[in-house]
């Protein structure tokens, strides 16, 4: 997004929450009673004692929704969920390659009696395009029984367009009649009550709109943060959305996951609670975060974010972190794959280094990695060659990102495939 555009964009949602006039995201914005007792930083940021009282209606499945949720990708115990709970997290978003997070979930549900009830639980499964019927069925009563419950409330196809299976392009996933029929016969059993579709690809917008188009999905989760919610075409999806009373879920609303520019380790909580209330303006009916899933603390400022309004000074700080953010940024748009001569798979290997350093999937990062062809990981001559760089319209050094990734996540190779 332009400079400028952004900050007209971010002032202007800032104006209309201080001034208190117009609607702004869902009608269903509500914050009923707040907590007595809270403690506020130096700025006048709510951190903790408050609950999570805002609730959304998740579209046309009916559900009514903390507008803050779990993400379950780097669960660690069954105590995170229980606490999220407690303060009013009652959305769960978790998938089967997510290490242990749905056997996680099970533990947590037989240790507190009542807690499924609480809970929205959303989960995903991975079909190809050719995937049959029976294996995603399969896959289903795998995670039905890893979590220990006789119904999952929004199972989602995971990561269109992003890889994560084979032969995975754009919306090739969503072509194979066989996932239709799946979705049909888990819900006719009673196992499903909503699908969803989910990408965090740089044609996410395209990608969700052809899934729009199947008239098959309730739900979507979609990756949305201020640095490329207009570049990467998400107004207009959360329009064709609202028209066809679709829920959408937000996912990776922090930039560059929990990563702070030089200069802002100061005022990294208001960032982060700025960034969730700039989500809440637009028409999502949650924000799920990673770090909910892990951290008390996250927890406390993520239920405080969303006791206000986007406002001035969350636009001024969103404005100033998001320029020094920028070029450390990569939005996988594919301008560098398009001009590198030897094929490397830039924006893979960027993402695979991200979960390396953001997620702490350090295993699952390497393992990606060496799963791509010799010649797209990377060669020598990305040590002089520059031009993707050069290309870059954000200005991210995405020359020597490549080199770091090979070192961080396995020895890089020659395009003859030898070390």
């Known amino acids: 997004m332009a400079t400028t555009r952004r900050k007209v964009l971010l002032y202007t949602l800032g104006g209309v929450a201080a001034a208190g006039a117009g609607v702004v995201g869902y009608a269903e914005w509500r914050t009923r009673g707040k907590a007595s007792t809270v403690v506020r930083d130096k700025d006048g940021y709510l951190v903790k004692g408050a609950h999570l009282e805002a609730r959304r209606r998740l579209g046309r499945t009916g559900l009514d929704v903390g507008v803050v949720g779990i993400g379950a990708g780097g669960l660690v115990g069954p105590d995170p969920i229980r606490r999220a709970a407690e303060l009013g997290m009652n959305y769960i978003d978790t998938a089967t390659c997510y290490g242990g997070s749905e056997a996680l979930i099970g533990r947590a549900l037989r240790e507190s009696p009542g807690l499924r009830d609480k809970l929205v639980i959303a989960t995903k499964w991975d079909p190809g395009p050719k995937t049959p019927k029976e294996r995603m069925l399969e896959s289903l009563d795998q995670s039905l029984k890893r979590m220990g419950t006789d119904v999952i409330d929004v199972m989602q196809v995971h990561w269109l367009g992003g890889g994560h299976v084979e032969h995975d392009e754009g919306s090739v996933r969503l072509d194979n009649d066989e996932l239709?029929?799946?979705?049909?016969?888990?819900?006719?059993?009673?196992?499903?009550?909503?699908?969803?579709?989910?990408?965090?690809?740089?044609?996410?917008?395209?990608?969700?709109?052809?899934?729009?188009?199947?008239?098959?999905?309730?739900?979507?989760?979609?990756?949305?943060?201020?640095?490329?919610?207009?570049?990467?075409?998400?107004?207009?999806?959360?329009?064709?959305?609202?028209?066809?009373?679709?829920?959408?879920?937000?996912?990776?609303?922090?930039?560059?996951?929990?990563?702070?520019?030089?200069?802002?380790?100061?005022?990294?909580?208001?960032?982060?609670?700025s960034n969730l209330r700039w989500v809440l303006e637009h028409d999502i009916a949650c924000v799920v975060q990673s770090a909910i899933g892990t951290d008390e603390n996250a927890q406390d400022l993520a239920v405080g974010a969303a006791q206000d309004r986007f406002g001035m000074r969350d636009g001024a700080l969103l404005e100033t972190y998001a320029e020094a953010l920028s070029p450390d940024y990569c939005r996988s748009c594919g301008a560098c794959e398009a001009e590198c001569p030897d094929g490397v798979r830039i924006g893979s290997v960027l993402q695979f280094a991200m979960y390396h350093e953001q997620y702490g999937w350090k295993e699952r990062a390497k393992a990606h990695y060496a799963a791509l062809p010799p010649h797209e990981r990377g060669s020598d001559?990305?040590?002089?060659?520059?031009?993707?760089?050069?290309?870059?319209?954000?200005?991210?050094?995405?020359?020597?990102?490549?080199v770091a990734a090979g070192a961080l996540l396995g020895a890089r190779r020659n395009f003859q495939g030898t070390s």
């Open 381 to 402: 001559a990305c040590a002089s060659c520059g031009i993707c760089s050069a290309v870059c319209p954000y200005g991210v050094d995405a020359q020597g990102r490549v």
């Open 180 to 273: 239709y029929e799946a979705m049909e016969i888990a819900k006719a059993k009673g196992k499903v009550r909503f699908f969803g579709a989910t990408s965090h690809h740089a044609d996410r917008a395209k990608i969700l709109m052809h899934a729009l188009d199947k008239g098959k999905f309730d739900v979507l989760l979609v990756k949305m943060n201020v640095l490329d919610y207009e570049s990467a075409g998400l107004p207009a999806l959360l329009a064709k959305a609202k028209e066809k009373d679709v829920g959408v879920v937000a996912m990776k609303s922090q930039p560059g996951g929990m990563a702070i520019p030089k200069g802002y380790e100061a005022s990294k909580w208001n960032i982060y609670q």
